[in-house]
């Protein structure tokens, strides 16, 4: 008993002396292993190594438990979001086949009643796709420069489209490049048709982000957001191209947001719709009375022995009196 009464004592006695002196001892331990790190720098690296090493499969072993467990974690949110966008999908997708089915309706309807009324079809139309090489675009002008010409059947006038919406016309036009005028420029000017109501009204540019609306009236219902497409007038455009939507209304002025982005112009398509030419031969078009004729040379010597020329008969009244717009 006294024997294992005096053991107990000597390790109390060893343990308190350890306690006491364990920090100083932690002190000149880091500062050995820093003078042994700055002596034998190859020496410290190396058994940093070693202690890597031998750390890493265990550090394994313990990291794939918490990876198999977050991987199962995703794929059960995986699944629940997977089931609720399922769902979504099959209501999307029934609604899209009523439609589906109502828009073959209409196309038969459309297609029936077309035969019946004798209806002259829309010219076929087609295109080519063109990349913009530069944008000649500033201050005073807006306008770009395609890698498509005449040689690839591009002519003036021709509507070009991005995937967005109508990006303007064919201004000019060489072998192999063509330069475009944006709806944005001040020269632009574009009829169209505003909202669900189909107002008519002209879309004119200001070499801005936003054309405004010319010749609206004052009671029109027209609000931001609508809708703003080509209204066909004057056999420059087709019908429903969209252009954009209404985007502020001030006073007297109405601007709109065109779909088209030109900062992000990189591919356009430039269509023939068939349409008639834009630019019309005004001699054609003239009324008979203002068509200048050949003047006609006479001799001097004739000029006394000619007879005198009767006065025209004078045109009825119905041609004479002057056009009253609509």
């Known amino acids: 008993m006294r024997q294992q009464t005096g053991q107990i004592s000597r390790f109390g006695t060893l343990k308190s002396l350890l306690q006491r002196f364990a920090f100083l001892a932690l002190i000149g331990l880091t500062f ?5 790190g700055k002596a034998d720098t190859v ?15 265990l550090l394994r072993v313990m990291s794939e438990p918490a990876s198999a467990i977050a991987s199962t974690i995703s794929n059960i949110r995986e699944l629940g979001a997977i089931r609720t966008e399922n769902a979504a999908l099959r209501e999307v997708n029934a609604r899209l ?17 077309r035969q019946q009324l004798a209806v002259v079809p829309e010219p076929p139309s087609r295109f ?51 330069r475009v005028l944006l709806i944005s420029d ?26 405004r609306l010319l010749y609206l009236s004052a009671k029109t219902a027209v609000a931001p957001g609508d809708k703003v497409v080509t209204s066909g007038d004057a056999d420059a455009f087709p019908v429903g191209l969209p252009v954009g939507r ?8 109405v601007e709109v947001e065109p779909y088209m982005s030109s900062d992000k112009l990189q591919y356009v398509r430039i269509f023939d719709f068939g349409l008639a030419n834009t630019v019309a031969n005004t ?16 001799p001097a010597g004739a000029a006394a022995s000619a007879p005198a020329a009767t006065p025209a008969a004078a045109p009825p009244a119905a041609a004479t009196a002057s056009a009253k717009p609509r």
């Open 32 to 36: 050995a292993l820093m003078l042994i």
């Open 43 to 57: 020496l410290l690296e190396r058994a940093r190594i070693a202690v890597t090493d031998a750390v890493t499969p």
């Open 97 to 113: 086949m009523q439609w589906q089915s109502l828009a073959q309706k209409l196309d038969s309807e459309n297609r029936d009643l």
């Open 128 to 178: 080519v796709t063109a990349r913009v090489v530069a944008d000649t675009g500033g201050a005073f002008a807006q306008s770009v420069i395609v890698n498509a010409g005449s040689g690839d059947g591009v002519a003036k006038g021709q509507v070009v489209m991005s995937g967005e919406g109508l990006v303007g016309r064919v201004m000019q036009v060489g072998v192999h490049s063509a």
């Open 186 to 211: 001040i020269n632009s000017r574009l009829p169209v048709l505003v909202g669900e109501s189909g107002t008519r009204a002209i879309m004119a540019g200001d070499n801005g982000a936003r054309p």
């Open 246 to 253: 209404v985007a502020r209304m001030g006073e007297g002025t």
């Open 283 to 298: 001699t054609s078009t003239l009324p008979a009375a203002a068509r200048v004729s050949p003047a006609v040379v006479v």
